[in-house]
Structure formats: C-alpha cells, structure tokens
C-alpha cells in the first residue's frame, strides 16, 4: 500500500497540476486513494479470479470492419469472441472488451481498454447527446458538461431536473472529485477539449479515458448522423442505431435523388455590431443547401485557413453577395428566434431591398438544430421543400417569417 501511495505521488509531482485548484486537486488524489485502500472501487469490482484471460495482442487480427457510408472520422473493427477495436481520426484507438476479459497480453500502450458496458459516461461532447436519446442510452450517461439551462433537448433536460445526470463541469473546467465518485468510465469530450490538452491529460491520469468526438470534422453532413452506429457500439444498441440511421438515410432518397432547383440561398446571422456572420463554403450547412437541391452563397465565403466553419463579413460585402438571393435563412442559434421579416429590417434597413424579403422568402432556424444531430436529414427535407416551393407542409426546423 505504502507503494501504491508513493506512486500516486510521484505521479502528482510529475503532471505539474494546474496551481489555480490545488484543494480540488488535493480532494481529487485523496478521493482516489481511499477507494484504493477501501478496494471498493467501481472499475474494480470483479476480483481477480473473476476475470478471464483474453489473447495475444500480435496473434489477433479483424475478422470485419463497420462498412460506413459516410463518415470517415471514425472505424470499427470486429476482432471477435466480443472484442471490438474503435478508431477515433487518425490515432485515437480503444479497444472495447466484454465484462471480466483482461487486456490481450502485449497490447500497445497507445491502446485505451474499455470494459463493457461503458457506463457513468461523463458527456461533454453536446452533439452526441442526441445519439444516446434516439438509443435509449441515457442510462449511461451520470454526468455532463452543459448545465440543465444549456439543453434544448428535452429528454437530456428532464434528466439533469430529475438529477438522473448530473452537471460536471464545462470542458476547460471539470469537476474531478464529481467525475472520481460517479465511477465514470468515458469521457466524451468534442474537439473543444484540444484547446485545453491539460484537462485531457488529467482525466487520463487519474484513469478516466478520454474520447474526443470529431463528428464535426466530417466530410459530409450525413457522416455526422452516422456516428449513432459508433455510440451503438458503446451502448451495446448495434442493431437499434443501425436500423436508426438506414431509416434517415433511407427517408432522404428521394430529395438526394432530385435534380438542382437553381435556387440560391444564404445562412446568417446579424451581430451585436451590426456586421453578419456566414458559414464557410466548406462548412456542413453549405453542403446541407446543396444536398437540399440549392446554392450556397456568398460563394467567396471563406476558405480553411483556420478550424472556425464560419466568418464574419461585413453588411456591405454580405449585402452585394446575397442582395439577389431567392432564399434567406436566420440562424438562431446565437441571436435568438425571429418571427416576422419586420424584426430582420429593424437589424439593417437594407434588408429591405433583398430579393427573398421583397418575395418573402426568409426562413428562420430553431435553436434546437445544432443539439438535435439526428434531425440533419430533416432540416435538409425542411430546405428542400423551401427551394421546391412545397411550403404547404409541416417544417421540423425551419419557420417562416411573416
């Protein structure tokens, strides 16, 4: 024992914890070391003789891997007897073992084992919350990095107010003593967590794995839904999350199938300062208008000199690009909903000249788009149907102002 605390030491000499929370990461180390000495540690529930001897690492290879038809920020590969490899980009690897299995012997240290099932999941990752919704995995999440007031879903809300998922804190800033206690074994944490490499780290010494969710670096927008198959696979819901995401696949054939409708259409928002903020041409809700049967504009829109998807243009610039196009639609997400073309004109009179205000044609998101990931192929129905002039019907996502 006294080794095992001389080693716990060591080890928090040498992360040269941040100096700004030393007592929550004194209560952190001391938290760790009493489950240590009382031996009732959640991932160490089985006693030795419970667990069976898995393979060889160098003797093992797949026997199949997940055919994806869009994503490619992530693999799946089957090794058999239950053993699934799962990476993450281009070197993140997990191996995903079933209850009481041991690690296989010679296993590269760059491999993180996960004993099924993964559960008190600590989810900061927003974008995938609406994944574990549509599964009816929200058993395995314990905790999250967005507060109860931060969720337009309602399912993830009543579950913080129900106190079945409790807040952990944001991405910059976790509760470690919170996360030690919930027995967590994954973090889901977006692409956010790269600007703090720290926390990363941290959550991985003291034996909580870490898995950064890239769905936003996908390609094509629908890759981005196909990462419910990755959760399945997490959750133990294979056969729901693929039968889940061949159905939204399956309900946009027709739209992907259409021929262009030659309409163009922009996707904005005013800022506080009066200048307009647009996606990137490479952006995913540009390629959304395209599979929808549109034309992204301003066509000039940016390129990928930096990670942001979107950039700000100035009204002017914003106004000689997009003055002529047929479709406008607000985002919400950042300046909230509008109802009526009266509160566009009122952020810049000039609104009045466009073409899609004088032919009242301007659409408005809701806020709930960006959290419900799965609703994708809907919102590329709802701009569809904008573009096609089949506005009779019910919009998921988008409203029109009046």
Not at 157 to 172: F, N, Q, T, V
Not at 209 to 217: G, K, N
Not at 247 to 268: E, I, R
Request: proline share 4%; aromatic share 8%.
């Amino acid at each position: 024992m006294d080794k095992i605390k001389n080693h716990l030491f060591r080890q928090k000499r040498k992360s040269a914890i941040p100096c700004r929370q030393p007592v929550r990461w004194i209560a952190a180390i001391l938290l760790l070391l009493s489950m240590i000495c009382s031996g009732c540690s959640a991932k160490t529930e089985e006693s030795p003789s419970n667990i069976t001897s898995a393979h060889n690492w160098d003797d093992m290879a797949p026997v199949e891997s997940m055919d994806l038809l869009y994503a490619d920020q992530f693999s799946v590969e089957d090794y058999g007897d239950d053993i699934t490899l799962i990476t993450i980009g281009e070197s993140d690897r997990f191996l995903l073992l079933p209850e009481n299995m041991s690690a296989p012997d010679g296993l590269p240290d760059s491999i993180t084992v996960l004993q099924k099932p993964v559960k008190n999941i600590y989810l900061v990752a927003t974008s995938a919350m609406d994944a574990f919704i549509r599964l009816n995995a929200l058993d395995s999440i314990a905790l999250s990095g967005t507060k109860e007031s931060g969720w337009y879903l309602p399912e993830a809300k009543s579950a913080m107010e129900e106190g079945k998922i409790a807040y952990a804190g944001k991405y910059s800033a976790p509760d470690y003593e919170k996360i030690l206690n919930s027995s967590c074994d994954l973090a889901v944490e977006s692409t956010m967590i790269y600007h703090t490499p720290e926390v990363k780290e941290q959550l991985e010494r003291l034996g909580i794995p870490v898995l950064v969710e890239r769905s936003s670096y996908e390609n094509h927008p629908l890759g981005r839904m196909e990462w419910i198959r990755l959760y399945g696979v997490l959750t133990g819901k294979e056969e729901e999350a693929e039968a889940i995401f061949k159905q939204n696949v399956d309900s946009l054939s027709d739209v992907l199938d259409m021929v262009p409708s030659g309409k163009t259409a922009a996707f904005f928002y005013v800022t506080n300062s009066g200048s307009v903020n647009v996606r990137k041409n490479g952006d995913y809700i540009a390629k959304m208008i395209a599979l929808a049967g549109g034309t992204y504009v301003p066509e000039n829109g940016g390129s990928d000199e930096n990670a942001l998807s979107t950039m700000n243009m100035d009204f002017e610039s914003f106004y000689a690009a997009a003055k002529d196009a047929d479709v406008l639609i607000y985002n919400s997400t950042i300046d909230g909903e509008l109802a009526t073309i009266g509160e566009l004109c009122a952020k810049n009179q000039l609104f009045a000249d466009f073409k899609a205000v004088k032919e009242g044609n301007v659409w408005c998101t809701g806020k709930n788009m960006f959290q419900e990931t799965m609703g994708l192929g809907d919102m590329i129905r709802d701009m569809n149907a904008v573009f096609t002039g089949d506005t009779e019907g019910n919009f998921t996502y988008l409203h029109q102002l009046k």
